[in-house]
C-alpha cells in the first residue's frame, strides 16, 4: 500500500507530556497538510508543509504546537505540555503538488490524553 | 471567511432507495471541490474533483455535480456498504494569496443505509 502513512494510529499521553506524531506522504507527493478532527466537530486546517518548510501554519496553535518535514523522514506534528483539549484525531494529507491537486489522506492518529 | 455547509446531517435510507446530498459553499471564485468519503475509524477516501459549474463526475453509485453555488452527491440504489459519513471541501478561492490547497470542510453528512 503506497498511500498516506500515519503511526503511530493511537497515542495515550498524560497531561504535561508531549506528542509526536509521524506522516509518511504518498510516494511522488511533496506537499503535506495536517488537520485535525475534534470529538463530533469536522476537519480543521492546522499547517501546510513542504520539504524544509512551513507554508502555511495559519491553523494552528500558536503555542506547544509545532510541524515539521525534513529533507529527510517524515513529517512530525509535535504538540508538548499536551492538555485534555488535545485529544482528537490528527489526521495527514499529502498532494502531488499544491495547485487543485486531490490531498490523500493517511488513517490518521487518535490522541487521547489522561 | 470561506463557509461550507452539508444538509442533511444524517440520512437514513433503505437498500436501493436514492437520494441526494448538498453541499453549498459561500466561496468567491471558486478553485475547486472536493468531495470524500470517511468510515469510521479511518481518513478521509478522495472521490471526485469538480472544477466549474455544470460539471458532472460518476463513480459507481455516486454521482457529483456542482452549480455556482453549490454541489450535490447522488446516490442511486444504495448498497448498505455505501454507509459513510460524506465530506464536501474547497480550497481556498481564486485570487487569494493563500499557500497551496488547504481544504475548508463542510460538516458531512452521515448516511446508513438499511438492507
Known amino acids: 500500500n503506497a498511500g498516506v502513512m500515519q503511526n503511530p494510529r493511537h497515542l495515550v499521553r498524560r497531561r504535561g507530556q508531549e506528542a509526536r506524531l509521524r506522516c509518511s506522504p504518498m510516494?511522488?507527493?511533496?506537499?503535506v497538510y495536517w488537520y485535525r478532527q475534534l470529538p463530533e466537530e469536522g476537519l480543521k486546517f492546522m499547517v501546510y508543509l513542504q520539504k524544509e518548510n512551513i507554508i502555511d501554519e495559519s491553523g494552528m496553535p500558536k503555542e506547544r504546537f509545532s510541524a515539521e518535514f525534513p529533507k529527510e523522514g517524515p513529517s512530525i506534528l509535535r504538540i508538548q505540555q499536551v492538555v485534555r483539549g488535545d485529544s482528537a484525531a490528527y489526521f495527514c494529507?499529502?498532494?502531488?503538488?499544491?495547485?487543485?491537486?486531490?490531498?490523500?489522506f493517511g488513517d490518521g492518529t487518535r490522541l487521547s490524553i489522561l | 471567511e470561506d463557509q461550507v455547509t452539508q444538509s442533511p446531517e444524517a440520512l437514513r435510507l433503505q437498500e436501493g432507495e436514492s437520494s441526494s446530498l448538498n453541499c453549498s459553499y459561500t466561496v468567491s471564485g471558486l478553485r475547486g471541490l472536493f468531495w470524500y468519503r470517511q468510515d469510521p475509524g479511518k481518513g478521509p477516501e478522495f472521490l471526485f474533483t469538480?472544477?466549474?459549474a455544470g460539471e458532472e463526475k460518476e463513480k459507481e453509485r455516486l454521482k457529483a455535480t456542482l452549480t455556482k453555488k453549490e454541489s450535490f452527491l447522488h446516490i442511486t440504489a444504495p448498497k448498505p456498504e455505501d454507509s459513510a459519513t460524506y465530506l464536501c471541501a474547497v480550497p481556498p478561492p481564486v485570487g487569494i494569496k493563500a499557500a497551496g490547497n488547504k481544504l475548508t470542510f463542510g460538516g458531512g453528512t452521515r448516511v446508513l443505509v438499511k438492507p
Open positions: 469538480l472544477y466549474s
Open positions: 510516494k511522488g507527493h511533496s506537499h
Open positions: 494529507a499529502s498532494s502531488r503538488g499544491s495547485s487543485n491537486q486531490p490531498q490523500h
